[in-house]
């Protein structure tokens, strides 16, 4: 007797910004993009980006958490150009 395979679940799809499980190294992480089969996670608090399988990534428990990071724009001069001449 032959068993059918279950379709595989689709991996966990998190909104940009949410904060997932990497179950490659049990860290928490930002979720950035999912690109060319790749999920793009950044650390929590910023650093450099880095690509996981989307399969390994799981949400945590309780409701999504979406990480938001506000960034001051450059000053701008008198005359719209910042100290180092770029408008």
């Known amino acids: ?24 190294t049990d860290q928490n992480v930002v979720y950035m993009d ?15 980006e880095r690509t996981v399988d989307p399969a390994r990534i799981q949400p945590l428990p309780g409701e999504p958490t979406v990480v938001v990071h506000l960034v001051p724009a450059k000053s701008r001069g008198r005359l719209g150009v910042d100290s180092e001449g770029v408008a």
Do not use: F, I, N
């Not at 007797?1 to 490659?24: C, F, I, N, W």
């Not at 999912?34 to 793009?40: D, H, M, S």
């Open 34 to 48: 999912t690109r060319g089969g790749l999920a793009y996670v950044r650390p929590v608090g910023g650093g450099l």
């Open 1 to 24: 007797m032959t068993r059918k395979k279950s379709p595989a679940a689709p991996p966990y799809r998190p909104q940009v910004g949410e904060l997932v499980k990497d179950v490659t």
